[in-house]
Each structure stands twice: as structure tokens, then as C-alpha cells.
Nanobody
Framework: QVQLVESGGGLVQAGASLRLSCAAS????????MGWFRQAPGKEREFVAT????????NYAVSVKGRFTISRDNAKNTVYLQMNSLKPEDTAVYYC?????????????????WGQGTQVTVSS
């Protein structure tokens, strides 16, 4: 199991940028596909982005593609979500997640560990 701690959320105006970080414990971080998800009030948790073990392949939700960038630094056991051109509809609690399997597949991500979440609020 990988333990995850998110940071970097906050309150910003529409059009601004934020970078979320997710620090992971354990020496096997580089073996896991990592992902970001979000949950807005009254809505189900939804997929935002995933990244492969080495960081070479990424996948994004249509709603964030072109505005958000997921990246990782395996030497620092950290995954990032750079969010640009933020919109009020991006307001949500953002969660970091690790795949349930070592060396899993990017497009069949199944979360095995979750962080506690970080709030992102975008005002209009």
C-alpha cells in the first residue's frame, strides 16, 4: 500500500493557475500508475488524469485536456497536477490515487490507495 498526502489547493479566481502535489510514501512509488480525481459538492468522484510508471504516457478527462498537466518525479516520490485557465466548474476536492496493482495499465486504472484530498475553489 502506498500512503498519499496532497497539498497545493486553495481559492483562486477564474483564469488563474494552481499546482497540486501528492507526496507518496514507500520505495515502490515508481511501480504504480498514479492518478488525480475530483469530487464536486453533490456529485460523484470523477477521473481527471493518470500517468504511467515512468511518466511517459498520460491520459486526461476531456473537460481538463489542454488545461491540466499531470507529471511525476519518481526520485521525489511525488506526482503533480498543474492546473491552468481554471474555471468555476473546476471547483472540487482533488484526490491523488495510486493504482491497486504494481505495473498496472494506464487505461485500466483501479485505485488502491487514496489521499485525504485538497480543496480547490475557483471564483468567477
Amino acid at each position: 500500500q502506498v500512503q498519499l498526502v496532497e497539498s497545493g489547493g486553495g481559492l483562486v479566481q477564474a483564469g488563474a493557475s494552481l499546482r497540486l502535489s501528492c507526496a507518496a510514501s514507500g520505495r515502490t512509488f515508481s511501480r504504480y500508475v498514479m492518478g488525480w480525481f475530483r469530487q464536486a459538492p453533490g456529485k460523484e468522484r470523477e477521473f481527471v488524469a493518470t500517468i504511467s510508471w515512468t511518466g511517459g504516457v498520460t491520459n486526461y478527462a476531456v473537460s481538463v485536456k489542454g488545461r491540466f498537466t499531470i507529471s511525476r518525479d519518481n526520485a521525489k516520490n511525488t506526482v503533480y497536477l498543474q492546473m491552468n485557465s481554471l474555471k468555476p466548474e473546476d471547483t472540487a476536492v482533488y484526490y491523488c490515487a495510486a493504482d491497486s496493482r504494481e505495473y498496472g495499465r494506464l487505461y485500466s486504472f483501479s485505485a488502491g490507495s487514496w489521499g485525504q484530498g485538497t480543496q480547490v475553489t475557483v471564483s468567477s
